[in-house]
């Protein structure tokens, strides 16, 4: 089982640049989300989606965009990338939020760098 | 502004015996909790939950505890093993909302 993948495992960027984080899931997932991991300060949801073509914005969505056109794949993009944005950031799915006895699923993560 | 909180940044626990780890929240419609642990370099993976009907959950040598006048939770592991070693995040959600709230995390570790 497959679980949540996120590629790539590792990103060095110049500031300024645009990627594109990917997430895909195979569990079928409703609801998806990103997180971004700092020291200190927790998981904090950057975007999530409760399906396909449904998008909203958590905590830290300035400077990424989000989009879901399938109910498996959920990219996160940074769109000019800044030093602020150096961190570990994970995806994570799961049947929803705000209901009973779902947990979220998280991926291996991806840690960017930006120099 | 934090709805979840960890206090404590960091634990250290002899084997064997019992780690307690502490989380409070703030927002009152929180009605299911969520204990995460994550190792290094691996995404979290969830541990154990409980809702707001119940004030304790049980699962194996992990026991979750819900005072839900006090706003508190606690996660209890007894016997400590030095494979518990990790970060230990507790995560809050409400009927209305689309979100999980995060705590900052709590690095637990368990000396053989």
């Known amino acids: 089982n497959a679980g949540v993948t996120q590629t790539p495992k590792f990103q060095v960027l110049k500031t300024g640049q645009s990627m594109t984080l990917q997430c895909a899931q195979d569990m079928n997932h409703e609801y998806m989300s990103w997180y971004r991991q700092d020291p200190g300060m927790g998981l904090r949801l950057i975007h999530y989606?409760?399906?396909?073509?449904?998008?909203d914005q958590g905590e830290v969505p300035n400077g990424y965009n989000v989009s879901r056109s399938t109910t498996e794949d959920f990219p996160l993009r940074l769109l000019s990338a800044a030093p602020s944005q150096t961190s570990v950031y994970f995806c994570a799915s799961s049947y929803g939020a705000g209901r009973m006895n779902t947990e979220a699923f998280f991926g291996q993560g991806t840690r960017l760098t930006v120099v | 502004d934090q709805q979840v909180k960890q206090n404590s940044p960091s634990l250290s626990v002899q084997e064997g015996r019992i780690s307690i780890l502490n989380c409070d929240y703030t927002n009152s419609m929180f009605d299911y909790f969520l204990w995460y642990k994550k190792y290094p370099a691996e995404g979290p993976t969830f541990l154990i939950s409980i809702s707001s009907i119940k004030d304790k959950n049980e699962d194996g040598r992990f026991t979750v505890f819900l005072n839900k006048s006090a706003k508190h939770l606690s996660l209890h592991i007894v016997p400590s093993q030095p494979g518990d070693s990790a970060v230990y995040f507790c995560a809050a959600t409400s009927p209305t909302g689309n979100q999980f709230y995060f705590g900052t995390g709590t690095s637990l570790t368990v000396i053989p």
């Open positions: 989606s409760v399906g396909a073509g449904i998008t």
